[in-house]
């Protein structure tokens, strides 16, 4: 047993001094216990409890409703808790059949033995821890699971969302390439900085003559020293000029 966990321990039995005998052993090993007289007051505490019992300890032989019967009740109820059924050696059917139908976990013969009779307690309190234990971190996965689906879905939904953007911001800058392109063809740049210069009084009518004649002269003499270097005969001089 764990400090961590407060057990309490159920003993149904219509025999109180056997209950009594019971609770002592209890008092021993520092559990606490709550003591019902029929299987019919061991079923309304046990609804009415705030929290589960631990563990349950019912006699077989009891008036109105037997201990196996009881157990069965119980397991509905709080099906974590360990149920023990304490029987005589003329029972064995009623354990047989509780056993096989799953109302209880352990039998303890009467009359018992002190020492083995609170080890057998302590093995089922540590069983019982066991089974809240793995409970507990059952829940936890599933939760820890659920926060995990939701997180996937929420970075799907976003990535989705991005992929979007990024499409439609590939589709706006494709167009405006096209545009710009579109401009580039279609614009006459000698054109424009002629019409620059002349709206900025930069470069007259008679010097743009005189810039156009220094163009055709140097390009002249190029074609004509690449003409005298490959064997053709040029004039010196630019006809009209």
Do not use: C
């Amino acid at each position: 047993m764990t400090d961590k966990f407060d057990h309490t321990i159920l003993i149904v039995d219509d025999e109180e001094q056997v209950a009594k005998s019971l609770g002592r052993l209890m008092k021993q090993m520092g559990v606490k216990y709550v003591y019902m007289a029929s299987g019919q007051a061991g079923i309304d505490r046990i609804k009415s409890a705030s929290t589960p019992f631990s563990l349950i300890i019912s006699d077989q032989r009891m008036p109105e409703m037997e201990g196996s019967e009881f157990l069965a009740i119980a397991k509905k109820i709080t099906p974590n808790t360990i149920r023990f059924l304490l029987t005589g050696y003329a029972d064995v059917d009623a354990v047989t059949r509780a056993v096989n139908k799953g109302a209880i976990h352990r039998y303890i013969t009467k009359p018992w033995n002190n020492n083995s009779l609170i080890e057998t307690v302590k093995a089922g309190l540590e069983q019982y821890e066991l089974v809240m234990e793995n409970d507990r971190l059952f829940k936890l996965a599933k939760a820890q699971n659920a926060k995990l689906f939701t997180l996937n879905t929420d970075l799907k939904k976003s990535s989705v969302v991005h992929q979007r953007a990024i499409v439609q911001r590939d589709k706006e800058i494709e167009q405006l390439k096209k545009r710009l392109e579109t401009g580039f063809q279609n614009r006459n740049y000698i054109n424009e900085i002629e019409i620059l210069l002349r709206e900025n009084d930069l470069l007259g009518t008679d010097k743009l003559n005189t810039l156009h004649a220094a163009i055709i002269a140097e390009l002249f003499e190029q074609f004509q020293d690449i003409a005298t270097r490959n064997g053709f005969e040029m004039p010196d001089n630019i006809p009209g000029g």
